[in-house]
């Protein structure tokens, strides 16, 4: 059972928290300095520290000058260990080259390059990002596991970090936190860097049978005069025929009735452009719908059909067609920024 309630002891979390953002401004790119570095006792150093203090009121009570002198020593060892400590984590540069999107639940990824100017390796290094919300507390536990340690850094190297997403929306990056107790472990520097970029975080896939929703709102069938792309099956048109293209597509029928050369051109059936539309997702709640439409629309993205989605409060982009993974990847970021 906890000594002090959660409450009391979240209001000093929460006030050392903001004083550590207050000094670290939001920037995707951050030079660790003295400024913004910290450093203190580890849970083992803090046990030298208890050896220090027990070493050094023994000296002073039995007049031992033995003692003493052992303490003296461990002083000087702790000192060394201190510089050099807090020297491996001032100085790094930190940048955020790329941030991904992500659909709920899945980790959004984050490409940071690490560099140094020493000519000194800087060795030990922990990254990982904090996320202290309410939605990631139950799963606090795997935060280890989420973690990337770099045995060594001398001039420059790119790491890639998860971030846990839990609900659909615009993401605030949580803080890095970069962290060494190199080289003996009795003292540990860390410095958080607050970077300014946010991600996107689309719903999660629900499926549904799209096809037969799309199906009963147009009122007929979808592989009857719809959409096509270039293909093998269905012959498409006649074109003059361009010197270089195949001899196998010349339509030799028109050769030999001396009209000239043609060239066959054939094209696949991908069935009706679609338009999905909000109101008409059978789910009832809002996200739900959203998630239902992100279905819809990773699917017809696979297909390669063209198509439109209808959003409420989306005028301007509700009548954009469109195929392809860009086009699906702009449609999943109206999804994440719908109301």
């Not at 490409?111 to 799963?139: G, M, N, W």
Request: positive net charge; glycine residues 6%; proline residues 5%.
């Amino acid at each position: 059972m906890p000594v002090l309630s959660p409450a009391l002891t979240r209001m000093p979390k929460d006030a050392l928290a903001r004083w550590f953002a207050k000094r670290a401004p939001r920037s995707d790119e951050m030079r660790l300095s003295l400024r913004n570095v910290y450093i203190f006792f580890s849970k083992e150093g803090m046990l030298f520290a208890l050896l220090l203090l027990i070493t050094f009121v023994a000296g002073v009570n039995y007049g031992n000058n033995l003692v003493l002198g052992l303490c003296f020593y461990l002083v000087s060892i702790w000192l060394i260990g201190f510089h050099i400590t807090f020297a491996h984590v001032s100085g790094l540069q930190v940048r955020l080259l790329e941030l991904s999107s992500a659909e709920v639940g899945a980790p959004v990824w984050a490409t940071i390059e690490v560099s140094s100017r020493s000519s000194k390796p800087r060795r030990q290094l922990r990254f990982v990002f904090e996320d202290h919300s309410e939605d990631a507390k139950a799963t606090s536990g795997s935060k280890a596991a989420h973690a990337m340690v770099l045995a060594s850094v001398d001039t420059a190297q790119t790491i890639r970090l998860p971030i846990m997403t839990h609900k659909r929306g615009e993401l605030t990056l949580p803080r890095l936190h970069i962290s060494t107790v190199y080289p003996l472990g009795i003292m540990r520097a860390w410095s958080y860097v607050y970077f300014a970029r946010r991600a996107w975080v689309t719903p999660r896939p629900l499926a549904f049978d799209w096809q037969e929703t799309a199906q009963r709102v147009s009122g007929h069938d979808e592989t009857v005069g719809g959409q096509y792309v270039a293909g093998q099956d269905d012959f498409e048109r006649l074109d003059d025929y361009v010197l270089g293209e195949s001899l196998a597509r010349v339509s030799w029928a028109h050769v030999a009735r001396g009209q000239g050369m043609f060239t066959k051109h054939f094209a696949d059936p991908v069935g009706h452009e679609q338009a999905l539309h909000y109101v008409q997702m059978p789910s009832m709640h809002h996200e739900d719908k959203l998630s239902e439409l992100a279905y819809a629309v990773t699917m017809l993205g696979r297909l390669g059909v063209p198509f439109q989605m209808h959003l409420p409060q989306a005028q301007a982009d509700n009548h954009t067609v469109g195929q392809g993974e860009a086009f699906v990847q702009a449609c999943l970021i109206r999804l994440a920024k719908a109301p």
